[in-house]
């Protein structure tokens, strides 16, 4: 009989996941998201399946010196030094987190056409398990995460708000920013992350 009852009121496993959609006050990330929209944008292509693409969004990194970020075994950033904004954001993401980070990637989404596709965030050059912390701004959009063969959990990423992905959730979930038609404006999303490379 209990073992029956387990079976069936199992609670939905919670998600390695934190929220805090207020993390930033209103004025706090208008001001950031005007920042932000100044940052070093570039186009970067990417090559999969043997094809050669631009990536559905625009990037930018800043970081420590030497801390080269490479994905999908096609597109290398390397880090331009910190601005003392995104310096500053990083130091307070740290003091609420415990977490520390050496680079932060920004993805800009110009329209809903912009996304990024189902994937982990495994790259050796952040070490094993590591903690990604992600701050978002302007246009809300979808952010959905999985455990892997799972269902995927919604979440609407606020202006201001501070998603962290604790350490262990890349190697047993996946996330995306599907597209979608609807109209959006411009969304940046910026993931401090921990870098085992570089110099210091
Ligand atoms: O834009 C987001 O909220 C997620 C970005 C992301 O998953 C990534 O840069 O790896
Ligand atoms: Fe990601």
Redesign the pocket.
Known sequence: MTIQMSLFNEPAPSLPVSYYPDFLSKQEANELYQHCLGLQWQQNQIKMLGKTMPVPRLECMYGDEGCDYLYSKSVLLKPLAWTEELAGLRDRITATTGYSFRIV?G?Q?RSGQDS?GW?S?NEASMGLDPA?A?V?LGAV?K?QIKVIGGKPTDFW?EHGSL?VMHPGCQSTHL???PKTNKFVTT?I?L?FRPHVGGGK
């Open positions: 990637i993805n989404y990024i994937h965030d990604i992600s978002s959009r952010f990423l998603l996330h995306q920013v969304r999303n993931t």
